[in-house]
C-alpha cells in the first residue's frame, strides 16, 4: 500500500503539494514513483518560470518509462531540488522528503482547495491497485 500523508494534497495525475506560507513544494506521490520504478533521470523547470495550473512542469524517466509531470498550482518556480539532476533515485527513497521537485510562489492560494485531500487520492489509487 502506497504511503499517503495526511497533510499534503494531490491531483489525481500523482503529484503532491505542501504549503508553507506563500510557498508550495512539489512532487510526486510514493504511488507514482511506485508505478514508474527505478528513476534514471527528472527535468526540472527552471527557476524563474511561470507555471500554470495544469501545465507540464517537469519530466521524470524511468528504466520503464518517461512520464511528465503537472503544475498543481500556479505562480513562480522558486527553487529546484538540483540533486535530483544526479540523482534521481531519491524521489523512488524519499518522495515526501528529499524527493521533492520544485517549489513555488503560490499566485492564488484558492488553488489549493480544488486538490485532493489526501483520502480522496487515496480513493483513486486503491482503484488502480
Not at 497533510?7 to 512539489?26: Q, Y
Not at 517537469?58 to 513562480?76: F, H, L, N, R, W
Not at 488553488?111 to 483520502?119: G, H, I, K, N
Amino acid at each position: 500500500m502506497s504511503n499517503v500523508p495526511s497533510e499534503l494534497k494531490f491531483l489525481s495525475s500523482h503529484e503532491w503539494l505542501s504549503v508553507d506560507g506563500d510557498i508550495a513544494t512539489i512532487g510526486v506521490s510514493d504511488h507514482a514513483q511506485e508505478l514508474l520504478g527505478d528513476l534514471v533521470f527528472v527535468e526540472l523547470p527552471e527557476e524563474g518560470s511561470t507555471v500554470l495550473i495544469g501545465d507540464t512542469v517537469a519530466v521524470i524517466e524511468s528504466v520503464k518509462a518517461a512520464s511528465d509531470t503537472y503544475a498543481p498550482i500556479s505562480g513562480e518556480v522558486v527553487e529546484v531540488n538540483s540533486e535530483l539532476e544526479d540523482s534521481p533515485e531519491k524521489i523512488n527513497d524519499d518522495p515526501y522528503g528529499d524527493g521533492w521537485m520544485y517549489k513555488v510562489k503560490i499566485d492564488d492560494p484558492s488553488e489549493v482547495a480544488d486538490m485532493l485531500d489526501a483520502s480522496a487520492y487515496a480513493e483513486i489509487i486503491a482503484e488502480e491497485e
